[in-house]
Structure formats: C-alpha cells, structure tokens
C-alpha cells in the first residue's frame, strides 16, 4: 500500500515519541506519527505527508478509545504548543516518560544492565510554573496575550494557562486593559512596529514576591507610570516591575537592557533552603517544589562527606551547586554566562556561602584549566544544556579522575549518548532516576550516577 497525502486508514497507536506524538504502524511496517492520540486507540486517520518510511497525519474519528484517555480540561490544549499530554491519565503520562528514557538509554546508550527508578510524580500537575513568558498581538479588539501554536509563530488567544498560577492571570488581565485602553498597538514582527513584544512573569512562591517584566520594542510604553499604579493596586505580591529594551529583529525573548520602574529590579525565592535572587536575565527552574525533589536526588548521588573538592559544571546562578555547599570542603562553579556569575556569586554571598568559587567561561576550557592548576575534583556535576556534553569536556573530566559524576540532564537521548562515552572511560552508570518537573509536557528530567570503576 502506497500510502498518499488524504488517504483515511485505520490504525492502531502503540506507542508514543518524545515530543507526544502516538505512533502506529501500518499493515506494511510504515510508522504513522498521530498527535493527540494516545496508546491503545484505535483510529481512522487521514494522512497529511509522507516519506518513504513513515508519515505524519491526524486523528479523523475515533473508532476505539484507549484506556488512558481522559477528558482534555483546557480549551486550547490541541491549539497551542505547551502541553501535549492533557488527554490521557496522570500515571500514563508518567509511564511514557519512563518507558522514554528506558528506551534511549537501552537504545542509544547500548546499555542493558542498568537500575531506573520510577518517575519521580509531580505533585500539582496545574499551576506549578513560577515563569510566563507571553507573547502579545494585534486583534480586532485592541491586543492580546497568548501562546504560540506548536512549530509556529502564530499566537493562540488565551487568557489564562492551567500551568499558570491564578496570580498570572490577573497580570494579563490588567496589561491587556491597560494597553486596550492607551490604544498602544502590539509589536509587529512582520512589520517591526508597535511597542510591547511579550510580557514576562516570575514568581517566587515560597517568598509569595512577583515580577512583572515587559519586554518592549523602545525604552519603555507610554503611561507607563499609570500601569505600574494598576499593577501596585491590584497586585499586593508585587515586588519589581522592569521594562527589557529589545529593538531586534529576532526570535529571542529577551533584550539585553534592563530598566527597573518599581522596585529593586528582582525578586527572591526559596529553594532547598537557601534565598536566591531572582532577575529577569537569571536562571531558575520553573517548578520550585520538584526542583527540591531533583537537586535532593543530585545531593544523594553526590554523597559528599565533607572533605571533597566539587565541580559544578553548567553551573547557572549557582543553585545545584550551593545546595551542596554545606557537605564540601569546597564548591567550584563554572558557567559561561557572566551575569549568571554574576548571580550565583550574590547568592553565594546572600547565604553565607564562603567556600565557593566561580568562573565565567566554556565548560571544556575552565575544566581544562583547573585540571593544569591541579585541582582534582572528587565529584562533578554536570546540567548541560539540551545538546548534551561535547568530547572535549566528557575527555577532561575523565582525565581528572573524580570518584563520581552526577549527571543532571533535560534531554534522555543526549544523556543516553554521553553515558555511553563515559561507560568506554572507565566509568560505570550507577542508576537513573527522572523526575517530573514538566507535567503535561513532553518533556522529563533525569539525575544519572556514574562511578568510577
């Protein structure tokens, strides 16, 4: 069978991918990759490209629905490109993560004898995320906020987000009046006109202190002091409101320029104890509570006992490595962001922190330079960015010889890579235990303990 864009065929899903997609296979072995779809439903799907091998298409009737399936509870679910998993159980979504991470480790990492423990649940599935970056567009009514549809750069209307907290809602509420009611147009990233491009949220939800960042095409909005006023009025979490010059005509959220209009510029939140400073350019993960369960797991991994040098590679603003700190003789961090330093050496100090140290540069180079000063790490920790560890790094890491590494990564396929080229150094893969920080998305966390043999 031939399979051609707008044939019908009947299919039954088996399995899932990493970004959320059912898959099944026809009579032939051809992989038809179905979104919204869910194991165990059986469907009559109309076909939207092919390949030679495999094919995309789209859910035309359900003929049989899979057990999993649950009633989907947002109205924009199958619009936007946030979550991906809204329709199908809790406890399935967290077997899938599971059974991804098994599958990339067995698959890509060549691994057959390892321990992986049960995916650590998220305990709020709604409302955990303590950041909103929200992109706003011109309408018939004025503006909007919203998000942006899966794979584009069209904005999807919505007023309030399920993975939001309440408090969120309420700031758009009074930023689409206010800009409503200025008759101030939305940015055009067609034409390049108009001054607000997104408004950008955090929250610090053990300190209850919110930020309000407005990321505008210029300096700033007009009236602007009339929006603050409505912000201070209604909001009284309120603890900073900044405005991010961003003239670029660029995909990336952020300008380089703040400029505060109330308050110190940042807010500060809670996390495993320590207070850490939290501005619009910084990094902090956006689940608080799961973050805790995640850097615990690390902790534990790492098994410190008081006597050992730590290096905290992919350091951040500190947090992994300071939550640590307690249990090391000494902390070494290292980040090529410089405001990043910036912060993790201001958290250092905000916490009483003394035997911490951190470098600004490449992760391979500053690990390379502490290796020629002839410090020897007993353990290292790694949170790399999705693209993983390069061969450079996962080389000098192992010419340091630490007793053991704690692998933090975002991405089970990467991980699963660089396991294997520490596995053919002399390095042995522990266990693994992911941890749900992104409920409802595709997306899970994994902590790895790799020893030396």
């Known amino acids: 069978m031939n399979l051609k864009k707008n044939d019908i065929i009947q299919l039954e899903i088996t399995s899932m991918t990493a970004q959320g997609s059912g898959v099944g296979r026809t009579q032939e072995g051809i992989a038809v990759f179905v979104p919204l779809s869910a194991i165990g439903d059986k469907l009559n799907v109309r076909i939207l490209k092919t390949k030679k091998t495999y094919a995309y298409g789209k859910i035309e009737e359900i003929v049989e629905p899979s057990k999993d399936r649950v009633q989907p509870d947002c109205p924009n679910f199958s619009k936007c490109g946030g979550c991906v998993y809204r329709h199908i159980s809790y406890n399935s979504e967290l077997e899938i993560k ?23 649940p998220n305990e709020r599935v709604d409302r955990y995320r303590n950041k909103a970056q929200l992109p706003v567009q011109n309408c018939d009514r004025g503006v909007e906020l919203g998000f ?3 794979h584009s750069h069209r904005i999807i209307s919505c007023d309030d987000c399920l993975l939001q907290p309440e408090l969120f809602k309420k700031v758009m509420d009074i930023t689409v009046d206010f800009m409503n009611s200025t008759n101030q147009p939305a940015y055009d990233e067609f034409t390049h006109k108009g001054k607000l491009r997104h408004l950008y949220i955090r929250y610090g939800e053990k300190t209850d202190e919110l930020m309000v960042c407005y990321v505008v095409n210029g300096n700033g909005l007009k009236q602007e002091d ?43 939140d809670i996390l495993c104890g320590l207070r850490f400073k939290v501005s619009p350019l910084s990094f902090y993960q956006v689940n608080r509570q799961q973050a805790e369960c995640l850097y615990t797991i690390a902790k534990n991994y790492a098994n410190l006992q008081g006597d050992e040098v730590l290096l905290d590679l992919y350091c951040g603003t500190g947090t992994i490595g300071l939550t640590m700190a307690d249990k090391c003789k000494s902390l070494i961090g290292v980040e090529i962001v410089e405001d990043a330093i910036k912060d993790a050496e201001e958290n250092a100090k905000v916490n009483n922190i003394t035997n911490a140290r951190f470098i600004c540069g490449d992760a391979s180079k500053a690990s390379a330079q502490l290796k020629k000063e002839g410090i020897a790490p007993d353990v290292v920790i790694i949170d790399p960015p999705r693209k993983g560890c390069d061969n450079s790094l996962i080389d000098t890491i192992v010419e340091m010889s630490p007793d053991r590494i704690v692998y933090v990564s975002c991405d089970a396929e990467t991980l699963a890579r ?29 902590v790895a303990l790799i020893i030396k043999e």
């Open 98 to 120: 599971h059974n991804r991470v098994k599958d990339a480790i067995t698959r890509i990492g060549g691994f057959t004898d390892f321990k992986i423990n049960p995916v650590v």
């Open 418 to 446: 660089d396991l294997k080229l520490f596995s053919e150094k002399n390095y042995s893969v522990k266990e693994i235990t992911p941890v749900d920080l992104f409920s409802r998305t595709a997306h899970i966390e994994n």
């Open 226 to 268: 009339v929006l603050v006023k409505a912000l201070k009025d209604n909001l009284p979490q309120l603890k900073s409101v900044v405005f991010n010059s961003n003239r670029e005509k660029t995909n990336v959220i952020l300008g380089t320029k703040n400029r505060t209009a109330y308050g110190k510029g940042y807010i500060t």
């Open 148 to 150: 942006y549809a899966n």
